[in-house]
Each structure stands twice: as C-alpha cells, then as structure tokens.
C-alpha cells in the first residue's frame, strides 16, 4: 500500500503580495494586461515548483486566480448579468473586473468602456474571511462556455514538466451559491452539467488524469432539491473523462456521507481537522475502489500538527488501502511561509506551520508511513517537543484573566434601560437631524499614510514625528467632514494598519508577523493576529485618538472598536481551548476600553461585529448554541454604558435574514449594513422582524471605484423607507473607506450628505 500526499490550492497571493502589486497597477494603469499575466504566469510557475520540490506528489492548477474563483467559474460559464454588455459566453479582462469591482467608466489598464455599472455581490466563502462574487444567473441569459482557464493553467503547468490535478468548483456548489433573478439557479443543472461535461471533455483531451471537484456543500444541510442535483450530476459527469477526487471541507459528511459515497467518482477527500469524528464512518462507507484522501493538517489555522497523533490515526488505513494525504482545505487560508517571520517571537514560532510548512509535514508523514518512523526520526522529535512546550508555557495562561471571567455577572450584559427610553435620553444629548449621515469609520489610507507607517517602523520617522503627521491626517479629516456636513464624525483611524490587528497588537495574548498575509478578496490582504494565549488589555488603546479629534469639533465623534466577535473570527485563534472561552476573555479588554471612552465623554460608540455572521457554523443545529455565547460576548462588551451614549455595530457581507432574533438580542443603538449591491434587499427581513433600533442601510458600495450619484443614493433610501420607519434610519455608506481614493471618497460623501438633505426636506 502507497502514501501519497496532495496539496488542494495554495496562496495566490505570492510569499511578499505580488498579485496584490500586480493588480493594483494595473488597474491603476501603471502596467498593461500583458504585464499582469506575466506576473500571474510567474507566481503559479514559483508555486508549482516550490509544491513539487517540497515533495508534493498531486500538484493543483487552477487553484489561482486573478481575483476570486467563484467568479472565474461563472466567467468560464458565460454566466454574466446583462448590465456588463457581453455576448453571451464570451468575456475579456476589462468585464471580469467589471463583475468584481464595478466601473465608473474607462477601465484603466483595459481600453474598454463599459459606463458605470455596479460590482457583483460579494459574500463570505462558508465560514471563511475569504469574499467571492455571487453568481448571478438572469432568466433570459443563456449560459455559454466562456475562456477555459482550467485548461490553459493545465497546458500551462505541463509544458513546463508539472503534472498537475486541475481544481474545479463543483456544479452543484456554484448552483447552491448562485443567485436567480427571478428563476431557481437549479432550472439550469441540465444546462450547467452540459458545459462541465465539455470541459472535462477539453481537459481530458489536454491528458488530465485526475480532476479535483470542490463541492464543499456537502459539508452544510442539503435539501432534497440539492441531493437529487448531486446524483443527477456525477452521474452525467461520470463519463466525461477524466477521474473525479470528490473533494469535501470546512466540516464533516455526517447524513451526507452515503450520497458521497455513493457517487461515481473515483476518490473522495474529507476534511479529518474539522471534523476527526467522521473518519471511522467514512472507512465503512467508502468503497474498497474509492481513492480516499484525508485532510489532517489543518489548512485554516497555523498550528503546528502533534504527527505522532496523525500517524497514529492514519497508519492503520495506510496498511490496508492506498491513501493521499493533504491539507484539510485550500491552504488559501494561511500565510505562504513561515521562514518570512524574522521578527516573530520564537518560543511562538516554535508552534506555528504556515503553507510551505503544512507540505512539509505533510512530507514527514508520507516518509513514516512509507519508509518507517526511524527514516524522519528528528522531524518527528521536534515537532512531539513543541507539541510539549505549548501546552506547558506559562505564556499562554493568566490567571487572573480567568478568575475575571469566571466572575461575570448576567447584570454585566444588560443595558440600564430598555431601547425607546435610550432613544429619547440620546436624542437630547446628540441632538441630530432625521436621516444622520456618518461613515462606518476608516478614510483612506492614502500613499503618504502608509509610507509614514513604513517610516516609522523601520526608524526612519521618530514617535514625536509620526504623532504629529498623524495628528494632521486626523485635523484634515475632521475639517472636511465638518465642511461637508456630516452629522456625526469618525476620526479617520490614520493610526490604524487594520481593524482586527490593531486592537491585537495592544492586548495581551496575541502575536503578529511581518509577513504573514492571506486573501481576503481580490487585491485586499490581512495579516490576521496569532491568538495563542489568554488575552487582557494592558492600556486604553483609542481614548487618546478620540479626544484629540473630539477636541477638534463640536459635533459628536464616534468612538471606534472592533467587536470581541470578530477579533476572534478574523484571527488565527488558540486550538487548545473553546473559541467562546477565548472570546469571553477579548469581550473584557473591550468594555474595558468601552467604559474608558464614556468616561472620557465618548455619547457615541461603535463597537463593530462585520464577522459575527461568518462564525455561524454549517450545520443549523449548531447555529443557536454559537449565537449565544457571540452575542452575550457582545453584550458583555457593549451593556456597561449610561443610557445616553449610543452604542453602534456594523456587518457588511453577509445574510443576516436567518440569525435576526439572534441581531436584536445584541440589543445595540444602532447598526450599520451593506445593503448598496442588494438594492436594500436585506431591509425587507429586518422590517418583518419588526427590528427595534436604528438601522444605516449602506447607500454606496465602497469595494468599487464606482462613485455614485444623489439620485441614485434617494432612490436606495426611497426604498428603505418602503420597509422601515423614516425615524429608524441613518445614511451612510456600506463600509469603511479605508481602501478608497480620497478623489473617489469626496464625491461620493457630498453626494450622500446631499441626499439626505433631500430626503429631509421631502
């Protein structure tokens, strides 16, 4: 029997954001199309060929793209909404970023105009801080085979020596994440199932052996539409070619797995990270014939892997049958390099495996399981070590962070006063007029902010220096929101290198890289906080910025923080406890934080939770027990306050119509959403949960350089008020601005405070 290992994607982005330069001269106009698939060309060739020399034996193609997979399938399925002007099944460049990010007009970099049209939907991938494009499927659009990149990244790979496993979203995922403008997206299986057969055809022709299918729906709740479209599709796509390595991740097959097991392909991958249990059930179900391929190291998080435990586990199957070991998921999800991290605490660095050090753990176990434990006796070693001094390491506990917790009290997370009464108390005190207009906090992060950043942290700028550069970034943007008229101000956050980062880099418990990025979407990288030990806040971590921008205006500025929620959701979090344990402990330093700026004379704070919606487990008998630990972590941050400062929160991306109960139970002043790309779709749950509190539904998309007009933003807040109170909502946009242009920002917020102006005046 043969141990094999596979890798099933790796990051995109290039060890140093290469893509992300890339993309953003390019669109910038600085470089040509050619120049950017030169550059594209150049990091799948260097990843190819870092996979294989790590001792990769399945390589994946396709597995990159230019902005989002999800998006490259519907472009290969000439699924493309009508308001982007392309014939049907046929695209270029200039459309494919039309579909990601909107246009105003002349596409730099491309030569096309296609006038001002608005960006697909962008969402959470499953329980991922990675965002695709939703598909869109229109009833008077036929789908045509658009450009076969899978195939050309196939050819591609090949002429330069690598055989690769093309990677493939499966049909009946895309049709599950589709979006039908007024047509079920499953109407179209047959048509779909059509063009996958050709393609398999194409790729079969090119001398694929072996497909990788991605259908990580299996993992989720299946209606029986979804289980007769599975067998229904494998069983058309059985005969097209090349044999299928039906791939499953983010949890386990459970009431799925006889359906799995049960279509005809030939391998099959379980993810044995987020769901260990299912291995014995998957052993009795799969057929001897069927290849099995099991993800045990972890491609979501970047703890090093205990090897003995997985040789252990897998050593048994290895006698009895061929098995391919690989990553439990993509390893999109992880930084490419640990050796990259020079500056990174090395009692920490000891516990940590980034992309390039999964392959080879990965490798280590191949070896044993082949060659024998004595042929990587000293990997082996060294991996039981750290595996040994993290659990013992006084660094990860605190005690008195843990008595702290143990003695919360059900009053902590209870607000003085119900909501209508905090209404009339805020009124008095902030004094603002129907339809406020805000922001949702950041302003952009321009040029000279970041190269003052850069300065700073490598000594060339002096604290007394970047203080004071910051100082008049936060003064600039103070006086222009005054001169433009906005109600209630944000101080810019110029101070700020990311929302979630930030906030880690002061608290204890956390460590952080230097280059340490993983794709979020498109261009935009996060280098997400290492979350390895109990957290407690050691200083006020934004009291300063606020009072100094407050000292600047007498309009009220909002306090700015990000929720306990998602500090935890959008960091790589500790494995050797419960998530809500470690939430719970981040909820304290933020209330702490919280009371720190009322106390200061803060009447207005906004605690964001843009990933409360993206923790929400697969599976819905999971759902409430999640729910309420999120939000009593919540509560427990935010209930502190008199009833007269008013507490904000902001989500973007993602549906809320299902957890609604769950939002009103945060039981905040006001929240803030994205609503621009819906057309304020999203409003219509809201007002059938008859939803309490204040609501900014976002008027203007800011992931597209697309500026908006007046007219257009009334006519999205004619249509909230088709749902809501005119009282109940604020104008604002759908997110921050941080990744703007200050040239795009101006319009586009003149614009909206025009707006509400008009709408006032009605």
């Not at 596409?107 to 499953?126: I, N, Q, R």
């Not at 099991?294 to 199957?317: C, F, H, K, S």
């Not at 306050?641 to 905040?668: K, R, W």
Request: some cysteine; overall charge negative.
């Amino acid at each position: 029997m043969t141990v094999t290992i596979a890798t099933l994607g790796f990051p995109r982005i290039g060890p140093r954001r290469e893509l992300k330069f890339a993309l953003e001269k390019f669109w910038s106009g600085r470089i040509g199309e050619a120049e950017l698939q030169e550059a594209a060309s150049g990091l799948r060739t260097a990843a190819w060929a870092r996979q294989k020399a790590l001792g990769a034996d399945w390589l994946p193609s396709n597995d990159f793209s230019l902005y989002d997979h999800v998006l490259d399938t519907s472009v290969m399925l000439g699924a493309i909404p009508s308001r982007y002007g392309a014939a049907d099944g046929v695209t270029d460049l200039a459309t494919y970023f039309a579909m990601a990010r909107g246009t105003t007009g002349e596409d730099a970099g491309c030569g096309h105009s296609h006038g001002s049209v608005t960006a697909g939907e962008m969402t959470k991938w499953f329980d991922t801080n990675y965002h695709y494009i939703v598909p869109e499927i229109e009833p008077d659009r036929k789908l045509a085979l658009g450009r076969l990149k899978v195939v050309e990244e196939y050819r591609e790979a090949q002429a330069q020596g690598y055989e690769t496993r093309p990677v493939l979203l499966g049909p009946v995922t895309w049709l599950s994440l589709a979006k039908g403008h007024g047509i079920d997206p499953f109407d179209l299986l047959d048509e779909v199932l059509g063009l996958y057969r050709v393609i398999l055809g194409h790729l079969a022709h090119a001398g694929a052996e072996w497909v990788q299918i991605d259908e990580p729906i299996l993992v989720t709740d299946l209606s029986e539409q979804q289980r007769a479209a599975f067998t229904r599709a494998y069983a058309a796509l059985q005969r097209s070619g090349p044999k299928l390595m039906l791939t499953t991740y983010f949890g386990g097959l459970e009431d799925n797995l006889a359906l799995a097991t049960a279509l005809p392909v030939q391998g099959l991958h379980v993810d044995l990270v987020r769901a260990p249990g299912q291995l014995d059930a998957v052993l009795r179900a799969a057929p001897k014939d069927l290849l099995l391929s099991l993800g045990v190291i972890d491609g979501r998080n970047v703890w090093r892997a205990d090897l003995d435990a997985v040789l252990e586990r897998v050593a048994p199957i290895a006698a009895s049958r061929d098995v391919v070991l690989a990553p439990s998921c993509s390893l999109l999800h992880v930084p490419v390099d640990l050796t990259l991290e020079p500056r990174l605490d090395a009692e920490v660095k000891q516990w940590l495996a980034f992309a390039v050090q999964k392959v080879e753990e990965l490798a280590v176990l191949k070896r044993a399981l082949n060659e024998g434990r004595d042929s990587v006796a000293g990997p082996l070693a060294a991996a039981a070590e750290a595996a040994a001094n993290r659990k013992v390491s006084p660094r990860i506990h605190d005690a008195a962070v843990q008595a702290r917790v143990a003695q919360a009290t059900p009053d902590m997370r209870e607000r003085r006063s119900g909501h209508a009464e905090r209404a009339r108390a805020q009124a008095g005190l902030l004094d603002l007029p129907p339809f406020p207009t805000t922001t949702i906090g950041s302003f952009p992060q321009t040029a000279e902010v970041r190269h003052a950043r850069a300065e700073h942290n490598r000594g060339n700028l002096d604290d007394a220096g970047y203080q004071q550069f910051l100082r008049e970034e936060t003064e600039r943007a103070i006086r222009w929101q005054e001169d433009v008229g906005l109600d209630m101000l944000v101080h810019g956050e110029f101070e700020r290198n990311d929302m979630v980062q930030y906030f880690g880099e002061q608290l204890a418990g956390f460590a952080f890289t230097v280059n340490g990025w993983v794709q979020s979407y498109g261009s935009r990288c996060v280098r997400p906080p290492i979350l390895f030990g109990d957290v407690r806040r050691t200083h006020p971590m934004t009291v300063d910025w606020w009072r100094f921008a407050q000292g600047l205006t007498d309009k009220p500025v909002k306090g700015m923080l990000t929720g306990p929620v998602t500090i935890l959701n959008w960091s790589f979090v500790r494995d050797d406890q419960p998530r809500e344990a470690s939430c719970r402990q981040i909820a304290f330093a933020i209330r702490d934080e919280v009371l720190d700026l009322e106390a200061a004379g803060c009447r207005a704070i906004q605690i964001d939770e843009a990933a409360l919606r993206e923790g929400l487990p697969l599976r819905k008998r999971d759902w409430q027990p999640y729910l309420d630990w999120a939000v009593d972590c919540f509560r427990l941050s935010a209930a502190g306050v008199a009833d007269g400062t008013q507490i904000h929160t902001h989500m973007c991306y993602s549906e809320f119509n299902d957890i609604l109960p769950s939002i009103g139970a945060m039981d905040t002043d006001v929240i803030s959403i994205e609503t621009a790309r819906s057309r304020m779709e999203l409003l219509e749950a809201f007002a059938k949960y008859r939803y309490p509190s204040a609501i900014g539904p976002g008027v203007y998309d800011i992931h597209s350089a697309r500026v908006p007009g007046e007219a257009e933003m009334v006519e999205l807040m004619r249509l909230a008020q088709q749902h809501l109170r005119p009282e109940q909502l604020w104008v604002n946009p759908d997110c921050g601005l941080k990744t703007r242009k200050w040239h795009e920002v101006k319009p586009a917020i003149e614009a909206m405070v025009a707006a509400a102006r008009t709408l006032r005046a009605a």
